[in-house]
């Protein structure tokens, strides 16, 4: 057996939990709250779960870039900050709120190889459609989609110097989308089932373990689209979805049960005559 990664060592044993990082598109909530319970439900190590959230970032110094057209999602070039948001230290995913995980991210964490600066799927992926999600512009390029999900080795020296609030609100998408301050072999690659690009990727029936989804990945819109809402795999993400939504109710009603009980509790106020 290989020995745990660095990142992962003592997992469950008060350390630091692994930090994932998702991007945030405020009219894709519901995709990212999926997302996010979708990770923790599974995960057999500690979490930690961030939102990347554009106003935050500006708000905060560190993106001032201005939104240009090919920009499909909030969180298109914000991304690439995910090394800094970590403190460029350790190992951080990122992952685009249009996933659903249904294995344990621990397995992908431990494929964490120092030798590189990233991992991801090296996806050889030309959509056939125009527009995706509700109605973006759906953009081609090389190496499209590969980061859509990354392994970051934060504390690389390449992804120190490159990857900074300047870089990432200044230089070119074909620069940071096609991880141009790396070289080839800097790229590592992780198998496809983490990126299961639904409409594009198959299950081989010789070789379903192999080959079925690990992350779900509704690239070119998912359920909470109706345009999108039969698609492969809804059915999946709604369960999730139903499930999320489940919780919140119970912890609301168990809110407003507290409010209840703590007003029957509360001594009578006299009132003198």
Request: charged share 25%.
């Amino acid at each position: 057996m290989s020995p745990t990664p660095s990142h992962l060592a003592g997992a469950g044993d008060g350390a630091e939990p692994f930090r994932v990082f998702v991007g945030y598109d405020s009219r894709e909530d519901i995709a990212y709250r999926v997302c996010r319970r979708s990770l923790l439900r599974r995960s057999s190590i500690p979490l930690d779960v961030i939102p990347i959230v554009q106003q935050e970032l500006r708000e905060a110094g560190l993106y001032w870039r201005e939104r240009g057209p090919t920009e499909s999602t909030e969180f298109s070039f914000t991304r690439f900050l995910t090394p800094h948001l970590a403190g460029y230290r350790g190992w951080a995913l990122f992952v685009d709120c249009d996933f659903l995980f249904v294995a344990d991210v621990a397995e992908l964490a431990r494929l964490a190889d120092p030798r590189y600066a990233v991992l991801c799927v090296h996806h050889d992926y030309a959509p056939r459609e125009a527009t995706k999600m509700d109605g973006a512009v759906q953009t081609v390029y090389p190496r499209k989609n590969w980061s859509s999900m990354v392994l970051f080795n934060c504390g690389h020296p390449k992804n120190r110097a490159a990857l900074t609030p300047e870089a990432v609100s200044t230089q070119t998408g074909a620069y940071l989308h096609r991880f141009m301050w790396l070289d080839d072999d800097e790229v590592g690659e992780v198998p496809f089932v983490w990126n299961f690009l639904v409409g594009h990727n198959k299950v081989d029936p010789a070789d379903e373990a192999g080959t079925a989804p690990r992350a779900i990945h509704y690239t070119s819109g998912g359920p909470w689209f109706e345009r999108y809402k039969d698609c492969e795999f809804a059915d999946l993400w709604v369960q999730e979805r139903d499930a999320y939504e489940a919780e919140e109710e119970e912890k609301e009603k168990v809110g407003e049960d507290d409010v209840k009980a703590a007003i029957q509790m509360a001594p009578a106020v006299s009132v003198d005559a």
